[in-house]
């Protein structure tokens, strides 16, 4: 399978905000995604995985290392790789058709083929009766799948994901894991998913990058090799092949939690 | 009783129970002034010469009315039609005042929001500025236009775009960097986030500055039209005044009331209700 995105040697510093001190926020750090995959990547908070997901954005300039998208160095945002923030990233004064439409309204594409377009994702997402309300009408997990939809809808060529399920209850967020799995069998894309849940990295990714305390270092890369169409959690949890992998990788990310409490 | 109660009941329906308890308690106030008043006119505790009587406030709008013919009198500044050249004239010129304004305090005020090194260029020159009140600008402003409407005009530009250079800036700056990010990265120019984002972003922001800039720019330009205009409503209360008319100044004094409410009520509230309530940008009584 040919290569979609290529991390290379992706160092990354930035000052601190109150103490002006320089932050070593990456380092070194390769990583080489296939298309279609799916990677999840955890590590303790403050890690860097969220500086390295806006370093892939666009949205945070890297001066260290080399960023390539299908062979095409990155310089800034681009349509190319959608982004699911965290929460309350769908824009308030806008309904959640409109919203969903909003990446092919700034393409410019005509209103007739937009709303076909949104009416397909609206379906996706399971949105179907909710396409007029303003998000302050939907609940949290409504919240998210407008998100969702919205970066899914302006057909992006990688997807990168940045804690979106960590605001939503415990009950929805189980589902919106279980829709994700399926959009990702839909649609095929490239997804990074970045947590700091473990059971969320495990169930979802094909490969789970497990990062460093700062400076952040890819740590290890484990593979969980379940067939997406299986997972399921109402399987997944007695299921050794998915138990292990999640307590390896947990294994790997307390290893780093605790040295840093030693300290 | 029963008469009251149906009375009562189909009022309620035709507007609704909170409005019509609004609307009740809303108007006691004036009722009792108005009571006031006229107890005034009967019992005399004020000459008349202070305070006329509604009667005599009624018929000055005939008398000022006086020699009425036709839509062009009713505008042209003559001795024809005093009241309603006088309105159209104030009105004429909030009109003038606010579409220019306006939107030169809104485009000026996202342009300091969205650029730090601009607005740190800006933002102390508006202070500066700013901090002289609306009509301590007026003996300036009769020796830069003399007395007329370009200097009440000026008066009411000033007062209207400072208040919407700030309120837009300031909710420019308030509006979440997730937004612009999630615009920009679906491929989105910076004018895509200045009309996507900040304009909407800012708007509670914004309709407070457009209701602080109506409130403060309309009696701005009352106070520049008694000092330096030589038409409008407050050219009128000044020359009545000063003739002892009375009852024109109560008059003009009730017209600018009504006036102000009417643009509150029927303008600047529903352009409330229409977007940032919408939007679920603001506290919403339930």
């Given amino acids: 399978m040919p290569e979609k ?18 932050v070593h926020a ?29 370093i892939l954005a666009g949205l945070l300039p890297y001066h260290v290392g080399k960023v390539t998208v299908d062979g095409h160095m990155i310089h800034g945002p681009g349509p190319e790789r959608g982004v699911v923030f965290q929460e309350h990233a769908i824009l308030p004064w806008r309904t959640v058709n409109r919203n969903i439409g909003h990446g092919l309204e700034i393409r410019g594409v005509p209103k007739a083929e937009r709303d076909n377009r949104v009416a397909q994702f609206v379906d996706l997402v399971g949105l179907t009766g909710f396409e007029d309300k303003y998000p302050h009408e939907l609940s949290g997990g409504m919240k998210q799948r407008t998100a969702v939809a919205r970066t899914l809808c302006a057909d992006p060529e ?6 979106p399920f960590a605001a939503v209850d415990a009950q929805t967020r189980i589902t919106l894991q279980e829709e994700l799995i399926r959009i990702s069998i839909a649609t095929k894309k490239t997804i990074i998913f970045i947590t700091h849940s473990v059971d969320e990295a495990a169930f979802l990714a094909d490969r789970c990058v497990i990062f460093s305390r700062r400076p952040g270092r890819i740590k290890a890369i484990v593979d969980v090799d379940i067939p997406r169409e299986e997972r399921i959690w109402g399987n997944m949890n007695a299921d050794t092949r998915f ?12 290893e780093e939690v605790s040295v840093e409490h030693e300290e | 009783m029963s008469i009251f109660n149906d009375l009562s009941i189909a009022l309620q329906r035709k507007i609704g129970r909170q409005r019509l308890r609004k609307w ?25 010469v202070y305070i006329p009587t509604s009667g005599s406030v009624w018929e000055a709008i005939f008398t000022l009315q006086e020699g009425c013919e036709g839509v062009a009198a009713a505008v042209a500044l003559d001795n024809s039609c005093l009241m309603t050249t006088h309105i159209f004239s104030s009105i004429g010129r909030v009109i003038l005042a606010a579409v220019v304004g306006l939107p030169l305090g809104i485009a000026f005020g996202v342009i300091a929001g969205m650029n730090r090194t601009l607005s740190k260029f800006l933002e102390p020159i508006g202070i500066f500025f700013n901090s002289i009140s609306g009509i301590a600008w007026i003996p300036l402003a009769i020796v830069w236009f003399g007395i007329g409407w370009q200097t009440t005009l000026f008066i009411m530009l000033n007062t209207i775009f400072w208040l919407l250079f700030f309120n837009t800036m300031l909710g420019v700056r308030g509006v979440a960097k997730v937004f612009e990010q999630s615009v920009l990265t679906m491929g989105g120019s ?18 407070t500055g457009c209701r602080m800039a109506m409130g403060f720019g309309w009696r701005a330009l009352i106070a520049a039209e008694m000092i330096g205009g030589d038409s409008g409503l407050g050219f009128m209360i000044f020359t009545s005044a000063a003739e002892f008319k009375i009852e024109e100044v109560f008059l003009g004094v009730i017209i600018i009331s009504i006036i102000f409410m009417a643009t509150d009520r029927y303008l600047l509230v529903p352009m409330e209700r229409w977007t940032i309530q919408r939007w679920g940008l603001v506290w919403k009584p339930t």
């Fill in chain 2, 190 to 207: 910076r004018w895509d986030v200045i009309t996507q984002v900040y304009i909407p972003g800012a708007m509670p922001s914004i309709i």
């Fill in chain 1, 26 to 54: 990456l380092d070194d750090v390769d990583l080489s995604v296939q298309e279609g995959e799916f990677i999840s990547v955890v590590g303790p908070s403050g890690c860097g995985k969220s500086t390295l997901l806006n």
């Fill in chain 1, 158 to 163: 990688v997807m990168l994901m940045d804690e």
């Fill in chain 1, 5 to 22: 995105l290529l991390v290379e040697n992706l160092t990354h510093h930035y000052p601190d905000e109150y103490t002006g001190e320089s």
């Fill in chain 2, 24 to 48: 009740i308690l809303g108007s006691i106030p004036f009722i009792f002034l108005i009571i006031l008043w006229e107890m005034n006119s009967y019992f005399v505790w004020l000459e008349p």
């Fill in chain 1, 243 to 254: 138990t292990s992998k999640r307590d390896e990788i947990l294994h790997l990310v307390r």
